[in-house]
């Protein structure tokens, strides 16, 4: 919707607000706000979607003046907190007025009953201090850093930067990043000293410093209490019920809503419950990226979904010398590094959305990580029926995957055990192959930068939902999010998830093994419910692990590119890989040796990002 800006401290200053809220005005091309008070500046760039008039402008205060807010998200339950809020005298028909007005009644436990994603900072003038949150699920960003005895917080990391924050390389999460293809997965970001709110989180600060975040949500806990049939079709219509009322809430807006399709099982069920719910589904069109290679293009699956429901389809296909073109726009819009050709794939194709006057642009993301989607996630189930002795069904699900010979079986039963394990996967591809190099680093940096992998969370008793829960929390899910809010607020899109209302996780978290992985099948319950909605095609179509021909450019027309990027004086002179290892890796490579190409990505990207945020300046 937005994009926020702000510090409080003694050195408090509304010109440096305005010059930091100016860097992000692509998040909201329809207008400015700024506001300040003794210790206290705020800025606001608004994308125009819920109460499109002057009314719902930001920064907002209570008419008594004691709280004032800039909000960034939307809180798509709003219309049901008014009805809770019956005194208040409405100015606007805005959500940032009810998030308003439920801080001030209900203080930070207001944060409990939103539905949506945001991330907000709220002055208390009677108290002095400084309150900051973000959404369950981290949709909506919030940096922040401290800066000569001051805290500054912002939507993307080029506002601090523009305020002064150092542009100094973290290279703990830099040896991640290039060991383990792992990334995201804290507060930390790829700048040292600039941090990002973690999800479901708030924070107080005071006199320009910040309390220890306090966290307001457990997916385990809520999930644990959820009762389940034992009624596999009354749990499918519960299922298709939550997605429903989910697509439902995220279809409020005052301006045109599309959908991007990428001809998958989840937004092709997306589109047939839009259809359900939209009173008039035909406005809402659909948009899609496809290659001209066919083995990677999803544009038949999309097709046929349009066909199906008779809607409008917009195609953009990306080249191999559109991919390179693009690299060092979509590495600044991006602010740090990310994960190559899929991503520039989607910038294109918000930029698309844009072009046809579509404000905001629903996807499916969420049933994945929410129903075991991935490839990777089959082993820990088979660990788990290992673990329960449930061996009937162990082999019941080798067989169905076709993993049958000894020597098949001796790589599963592998598997299974690394599944166990809480960190063994790390940096593996849906695949399960490795998409990295670390045999090439420079000893010195990883003698310097090495640092052992954290030990994460396991809220679940069993090694799937924990397997799942990571994704969601810390590796897969927080990267997206990341990559697609900056493509689509780079062009002032709004992306909306309705899959990831955390209503919905929560059911999907309850739900039992068989759901989510049965006979050799992912995402078992959501493929039984669609029955009534999709054609066996698109419902039953398998999860397709390589999205674009991006190993074929790099070995093909782009291998001299590939090259050109990488072997340069600057980039071995960062320190950051062997120069000999480096260039033995890229000559094998384009030589026909593996099968992954994203260690070549990550150094060309990171060459990227370093001249353009290390060295260089953005716009």
């Given at each position: 919707?937005?994009?926020?800006?702000?510090?409080?401290?003694?050195?408090?200053?509304?010109?440096?607000?305005?010059?930091?809220?100016?860097?992000?005005?692509?998040?909201?091309?329809?207008?400015?706000?700024?506001?300040?008070?003794?210790?206290?500046?705020?800025?606001?760039?608004?994308?125009?979607i819920i109460d499109l008039s002057e009314a719902g402008r930001q920064p907002m205060s209570t008419p008594d003046?004691?709280?004032?807010?800039?909000?960034?998200?939307?809180?798509?339950?709003?219309?049901?907190?008014?009805?809770?809020?019956?005194?208040?005298?409405?100015?606007?028909?805005?959500?940032?007025?009810?998030?308003?007005?439920?801080?001030?009644?209900?203080?930070?436990?207001?944060?409990?009953?939103?539905?949506?994603?945001?991330?907000?900072?709220?002055?208390?003038?009677?108290?002095?201090?400084?309150?900051?949150?973000?959404?369950?699920?981290?949709?909506?960003?919030?940096?922040?850093?401290?800066?000569?005895?001051?805290?500054?917080?912002?939507?993307?990391?080029?506002?601090?930067?523009?305020?002064?924050?150092?542009?100094?390389?973290?290279?703990?999460?830099?040896?991640?990043?290039?060991?383990?293809?792992?990334?995201?997965?804290?507060?930390?970001?790829?700048?040292?000293?600039?941090?990002?709110?973690?999800?479901?989180?708030?924070?107080?600060?005071?006199?320009?410093?910040?309390?220890?975040?306090?966290?307001?949500?457990?997916?385990?806990?809520?999930?644990?209490?959820?009762?389940?049939?034992?009624?596999?079709?009354?749990?499918?219509?519960?299922?298709?019920?939550?997605?429903?009322?989910?697509?439902?809430?995220?279809?409020?807006?005052?301006?045109?809503?599309?959908?991007?399709?990428?001809?998958?099982?989840?937004?092709?069920?997306?589109?047939?419950?839009?259809?359900?719910?939209?009173?008039?589904?035909?406005?809402?069109?659909?948009?899609?990226?496809?290659?001209?290679?066919?083995?990677?293009?999803?544009?038949?699956?999309?097709?046929?979904?349009?066909?199906?429901?008779?809607?409008?389809?917009?195609?953009?296909?990306?080249?191999?010398?559109?991919?390179a073109d693009s690299a060092a726009k979509y590495t600044e819009s991006q602010e740090e590094?990310?994960?190559?050709?899929?991503?520039?794939?989607?910038?294109?194709?918000?930029?698309?959305?844009?072009?046809?006057?579509?404000?905001?642009?629903?996807?499916?993301?969420?049933?994945?990580?929410?129903?075991?989607?991935?490839?990777?996630?089959?082993?820990?189930?088979?660990?788990?029926?290992?673990?329960?002795?449930?061996?009937?069904?162990?082999?019941?699900?080798?067989?169905?995957?076709?993993?049958?010979?000894?020597?098949?079986?001796?790589?599963?039963?592998?598997?299974?055990?690394?599944?166990?394990?809480?960190?063994?996967?790390?940096?593996?591809?849906?695949?399960?192959?490795?998409?990295?190099?670390?045999?090439?680093?420079?000893?010195?940096?990883?003698?310097?930068?090495?640092?052992?992998?954290?030990?994460?969370?396991?809220?679940?008793?069993?090694?799937?939902?924990?397997?799942?829960?990571?994704?969601?929390?810390?590796?897969?899910?927080?990267?997206?999010?990341?990559?697609?809010?900056?493509?689509?607020?780079?062009?002032?899109?709004?992306?909306?998830?309705?899959?990831?209302?955390?209503?919905?996780?929560?059911?999907?978290?309850?739900?039992?093994?068989?759901?989510?992985?049965?006979?050799?099948?992912?995402?078992?319950?959501?493929?039984?419910?669609?029955?009534?909605?999709?054609?066996?095609?698109?419902?039953?179509?398998?999860?397709?692990?390589?999205?674009?021909?991006?190993?074929?450019?790099?070995?093909?027309?782009?291998?001299?590119?590939?090259?050109?990027?990488?072997?340069?004086?600057?980039?071995?002179?960062?320190?950051?890989?062997?120069?000999?290892?480096?260039?033995?890796?890229?000559?094998?490579?384009?030589?026909?040796?593996?099968?992954?190409?994203?260690?070549?990505?990550?150094?060309?990207?990171?060459?990227?990002?370093?001249?353009?945020?290390?060295?260089?300046?953005?716009?």
């Amino acid at each position: 919707m937005c994009g926020i800006a702000g510090m409080t401290g003694a050195g408090s200053d509304i010109n440096l607000v305005a010059r930091m809220n100016d860097s992000i005005r692509h998040r909201g091309p329809d207008g400015d706000g700024l506001w300040s008070a003794p210790g206290v500046a705020f800025g606001h760039r608004r994308l125009r979607i819920i109460d499109l008039s002057e009314a719902g402008r930001q920064p907002m205060s209570t008419p008594d003046g004691r709280y004032t807010i800039i909000f960034n998200g939307e809180v798509y339950n709003y219309i049901e907190l008014r009805a809770e809020l019956p005194d208040v005298r409405w100015r606007s028909k805005s959500d940032t007025e009810v998030i308003l007005h439920a801080y001030a009644r209900w203080g930070a436990d207001a944060l409990k009953k939103f539905v949506g994603m945001y991330a907000l900072a709220i002055w208390d003038e009677q108290e002095r201090e400084l309150f900051v949150a973000r959404d369950r699920l981290g949709i909506k960003p919030l940096y922040y850093t401290h800066l000569d005895g001051n805290f500054l917080f912002a939507s993307e990391i080029r506002a601090l930067l523009t305020a002064g924050a150092q542009r100094t390389v973290n290279e703990r999460v830099l040896y991640d990043f290039l060991a383990r293809d792992f990334y995201e997965h804290n507060d930390e970001t790829f700048f040292e000293g600039i941090y990002k709110l973690p999800p479901a989180s708030w924070m107080r600060v005071r006199d320009g410093r910040a309390e220890t975040p306090h966290t307001y949500w457990s997916l385990a806990d809520e999930a644990a209490q959820i009762a389940v049939s034992a009624d596999p079709a009354e749990r499918e219509e519960t299922l298709l019920a939550l997605c429903r009322d989910a697509v439902d809430l995220h279809l409020r807006s005052d301006v045109p809503v599309g959908i991007a399709l990428s001809g998958g099982l989840d937004s092709a069920t997306l589109l047939c419950l839009l259809d359900q719910v939209h009173p008039d589904p035909t406005r809402v069109e659909a948009f899609s990226f496809a290659f001209a290679e066919a083995q990677y293009s999803e544009r038949p699956f999309v097709e046929i979904m349009a066909q199906q429901t008779g809607r409008r389809a917009h195609f953009v296909e990306m080249s191999a010398h559109q991919f390179a073109d693009s690299a060092a726009k979509y590495t600044e819009s991006q602010e740090e590094p990310y994960a190559g050709a899929p991503i520039s794939a989607y910038a294109m194709c918000y930029e698309q959305v844009r072009a046809h006057d579509f404000i905001v642009v629903m996807d499916g993301s969420g049933i994945d990580e929410g129903l075991a989607g991935y490839g990777r996630f089959q082993p820990a189930h088979w660990a788990d029926l290992f673990n329960a002795g449930r061996f009937d069904v162990l082999e019941a699900e080798l067989n169905a995957g076709g993993i049958t010979t000894p020597e098949k079986r001796a790589r599963a039963f592998e598997q299974m055990f690394n599944a166990s394990r809480p960190h063994s996967d790390v940096g593996m591809g849906q695949d399960l192959t490795t998409s990295i190099r670390p045999d090439c680093l420079n000893p010195d940096f990883v003698a310097a930068a090495h640092t052992p992998i954290p030990a994460f969370e396991r809220p679940f008793g069993d090694n799937l939902r924990n397997l799942m829960y990571r994704e969601l929390r810390y590796t897969k899910l927080p990267r997206a999010l990341r990559f697609r809010d900056r493509l689509s607020m780079a062009v002032g899109t709004e992306l909306r998830p309705p899959f990831l209302d955390h209503r919905l996780l929560a059911y999907e978290f309850a739900l039992p093994a068989e759901d989510r992985i049965y006979n050799g099948t992912s995402k078992a319950i959501l493929r039984r419910a669609a029955a009534r909605l999709l054609p066996d095609a698109v419902r039953m179509a398998s999860k397709r692990s390589v999205q674009t021909p991006q190993r074929e450019w790099f070995r093909g027309e782009l291998k001299d590119w590939v090259r050109e990027r990488i072997d340069t004086p600057s980039f071995w002179a960062r320190g950051w890989v062997d120069p000999d290892k480096g260039r033995a890796a890229i000559e094998g490579f384009i030589a026909g040796e593996g099968d992954n190409s994203f260690f070549l990505w990550q150094w060309i990207n990171l060459e990227l990002w370093a001249e353009t945020f290390l060295e260089g300046s953005f716009a």
